[in-house]
Protein backbone atom coordinates (compact mmCIF):
# COMPACT_ATOMS: atom_id res chain seq x y z
CA UNK A 1 0.00 0.00 0.00
CA UNK A 2 1.07 3.54 -1.03
CA UNK A 3 0.00 6.49 1.16
CA UNK A 4 0.74 10.00 -0.17
CA UNK A 5 -0.58 13.60 0.21
CA UNK A 6 -2.25 15.53 -2.44
CA UNK A 7 -2.50 18.94 -1.23
CA UNK A 8 -4.16 19.16 2.09
CA UNK A 9 -5.66 15.58 1.37
CA UNK A 10 -3.83 12.05 2.26
CA UNK A 11 -4.17 9.11 -0.36
CA UNK A 12 -3.82 5.49 -0.54
CA UNK A 13 -3.26 2.75 -3.21
CA UNK A 14 -4.30 -0.55 -2.21
CA UNK A 15 -1.79 -3.29 -4.33
CA UNK A 16 -5.50 -4.18 -6.13
CA UNK A 17 -6.07 -0.67 -7.54
CA UNK A 18 -8.45 0.95 -4.97
CA UNK A 19 -7.41 4.30 -4.03
CA UNK A 20 -8.85 5.79 -0.61
CA UNK A 21 -9.14 9.50 0.53
CA UNK A 22 -8.77 9.90 4.01
CA UNK A 23 -12.49 11.51 5.17
CA UNK A 24 -12.80 15.28 5.13
CA UNK A 25 -15.50 17.63 6.75
CA UNK A 26 -15.22 21.05 6.24
CA UNK A 27 -11.68 20.75 4.95
CA UNK A 28 -10.40 19.37 8.06
CA UNK A 29 -9.44 15.58 8.14
CA UNK A 30 -11.94 13.88 10.76
CA UNK A 31 -10.30 12.07 13.95
CA UNK A 32 -11.78 8.94 13.41
CA UNK A 33 -8.90 7.78 10.80
CA UNK A 34 -11.91 6.90 8.52
CA UNK A 35 -10.56 6.13 5.07
CA UNK A 36 -13.03 6.23 1.90
CA UNK A 37 -13.24 4.57 -1.45
CA UNK A 38 -12.72 7.24 -4.14
CA UNK A 39 -15.38 6.66 -6.89
CA UNK A 40 -13.67 7.10 -10.27
CA UNK A 41 -16.41 7.46 -13.75
CA UNK A 42 -15.31 6.71 -17.10
CA UNK A 43 -14.72 10.68 -18.32
CA UNK A 44 -16.73 11.06 -22.08
CA UNK A 45 -12.80 10.51 -23.78
CA UNK A 46 -12.60 7.06 -22.33
CA UNK A 47 -10.31 8.04 -19.29
CA UNK A 48 -11.32 7.26 -15.67
CA UNK A 49 -11.75 10.43 -13.58
CA UNK A 50 -12.88 11.63 -9.90
CA UNK A 51 -13.45 14.87 -8.20
CA UNK A 52 -11.36 15.74 -5.45
CA UNK A 53 -11.37 18.87 -3.01
CA UNK A 54 -8.32 19.57 -2.43
CA UNK A 55 -7.06 22.62 -0.46
CA UNK A 56 -10.89 23.55 -0.23
CA UNK A 57 -11.12 24.01 -4.24
CA UNK A 58 -12.73 20.94 -6.06
CA UNK A 59 -10.77 19.62 -8.59
CA UNK A 60 -11.83 16.83 -11.19
CA UNK A 61 -8.47 14.41 -11.25
CA UNK A 62 -7.71 11.48 -14.30
CA UNK A 63 -6.78 8.36 -12.32
CA UNK A 64 -3.54 7.57 -14.33
CA UNK A 65 -2.06 10.93 -13.10
CA UNK A 66 -3.25 9.96 -9.62
CA UNK A 67 -1.94 6.61 -9.88
CA UNK A 68 1.50 7.87 -11.57
CA UNK A 69 2.18 10.34 -8.56
CA UNK A 70 1.88 7.50 -5.97
CA UNK A 71 4.58 6.01 -7.72
CA UNK A 72 6.55 9.00 -8.38
CA UNK A 73 6.18 11.71 -5.79
CA UNK A 74 8.73 13.89 -7.19
CA UNK A 75 6.61 13.78 -10.59
CA UNK A 76 5.03 17.90 -11.21
CA UNK A 77 0.80 16.35 -11.17
CA UNK A 78 -0.51 19.60 -11.69
CA UNK A 79 2.06 20.55 -14.41
CA UNK A 80 -0.16 20.30 -17.52
CA UNK A 81 2.19 21.40 -20.18
CA UNK A 82 2.69 19.30 -23.23
CA UNK A 83 6.25 17.84 -22.04
CA UNK A 84 4.59 15.92 -18.99
CA UNK A 85 1.15 13.69 -20.45
CA UNK A 86 0.94 10.05 -18.98
CA UNK A 87 1.04 7.38 -21.87
CA UNK A 88 -0.30 4.07 -21.82
CA UNK A 89 2.12 1.47 -23.11
CA UNK A 90 -0.71 -0.84 -24.08
CA UNK A 91 -3.14 1.89 -25.40
CA UNK A 92 -5.94 0.93 -23.18
CA UNK A 93 -7.20 3.84 -21.72
CA UNK A 94 -8.64 2.13 -18.40
CA UNK A 95 -5.38 -0.25 -17.63
CA UNK A 96 -3.76 2.14 -15.10
CA UNK A 97 -1.01 -0.03 -13.58
CA UNK A 98 2.20 1.29 -12.65
CA UNK A 99 3.59 -0.83 -15.35
CA UNK A 100 1.55 0.34 -17.87
CA UNK A 101 2.60 3.85 -17.59
CA UNK A 102 5.31 6.34 -18.32
CA UNK A 103 5.88 10.12 -18.64
CA UNK A 104 5.79 11.36 -22.63
CA UNK A 105 5.49 14.52 -24.54
CA UNK A 106 2.21 15.82 -26.51
CA UNK A 107 4.26 14.39 -29.50
CA UNK A 108 5.51 11.20 -27.96
CA UNK A 109 1.66 10.50 -26.83
CA UNK A 110 0.54 11.09 -30.37
CA UNK A 111 2.65 8.56 -31.74
CA UNK A 112 1.25 5.56 -29.55
CA UNK A 113 -2.16 5.83 -31.77
CA UNK A 114 -3.25 3.32 -33.90
CA UNK A 115 -2.86 5.97 -36.94
CA UNK A 116 -2.95 4.40 -40.17
CA UNK A 117 -0.12 6.47 -41.78
CA UNK A 118 -1.63 6.53 -45.27
CA UNK A 119 -4.72 7.21 -46.97
CA UNK A 120 -6.50 6.94 -50.88
CA UNK A 121 -5.44 9.82 -52.60
CA UNK A 122 -8.31 9.64 -55.53
CA UNK A 123 -6.16 12.19 -57.64
CA UNK A 124 -3.76 10.13 -58.07
CA UNK A 125 -5.22 6.70 -57.75
CA UNK A 126 -2.61 5.39 -55.13
CA UNK A 127 -2.04 4.82 -51.64
CA UNK A 128 -0.22 7.67 -50.21
CA UNK A 129 2.02 6.98 -46.90
CA UNK A 130 3.33 9.88 -44.83
CA UNK A 131 4.51 10.67 -41.48
CA UNK A 132 4.91 13.47 -39.04
CA UNK A 133 7.29 14.85 -36.65
CA UNK A 134 8.46 17.61 -35.11
CA UNK A 135 4.88 19.08 -36.52
CA UNK A 136 6.29 18.45 -40.04
CA UNK A 137 4.50 15.98 -42.36
CA UNK A 138 6.97 13.75 -44.35
CA UNK A 139 5.68 12.17 -47.60
CA UNK A 140 7.07 8.53 -47.82
CA UNK A 141 5.49 7.71 -51.54
CA UNK A 142 3.04 6.67 -53.29
CA UNK A 143 1.92 2.45 -53.86
CA UNK A 144 -0.28 1.15 -55.84
CA UNK A 145 -0.76 -2.06 -53.28
CA UNK A 146 -2.59 -0.63 -50.11
CA UNK A 147 -0.13 -3.18 -47.89
CA UNK A 148 2.96 -1.86 -49.70
CA UNK A 149 1.86 2.13 -48.05
CA UNK A 150 1.44 0.41 -44.35
CA UNK A 151 4.37 -1.40 -44.65
CA UNK A 152 6.39 1.91 -45.74
CA UNK A 153 4.38 3.97 -42.79
CA UNK A 154 5.42 1.15 -40.02
CA UNK A 155 9.15 1.16 -41.44
CA UNK A 156 9.48 5.14 -41.12
CA UNK A 157 7.86 4.63 -37.69
CA UNK A 158 9.89 2.47 -36.32
CA UNK A 159 12.98 4.49 -37.55
CA UNK A 160 11.59 8.27 -36.12
CA UNK A 161 8.97 7.51 -33.55
CA UNK A 162 11.97 6.25 -31.22
Not at 5 to 33: C, F, Q, W
Not at 59 to 76: F, G, K, M, T
Not at 97 to 109: A, D
Request: with cysteine; glycine share 4%; net charge neutral.
Amino acid sequence: MIEFVLGNRRLRLHPDGIMYARSHMNGVETKNETWKPIRFTKGSRGYKCCNLTIDEIPISLLEHRIVYYAHNQDWDIWDSSMDNYIDHYNQKKDDNRIENLHVVTHQENMWNTNAKGYYWNETKQKWCAQITRDSIVKSIGSFDIEEDARNAYLEAKAKLHI
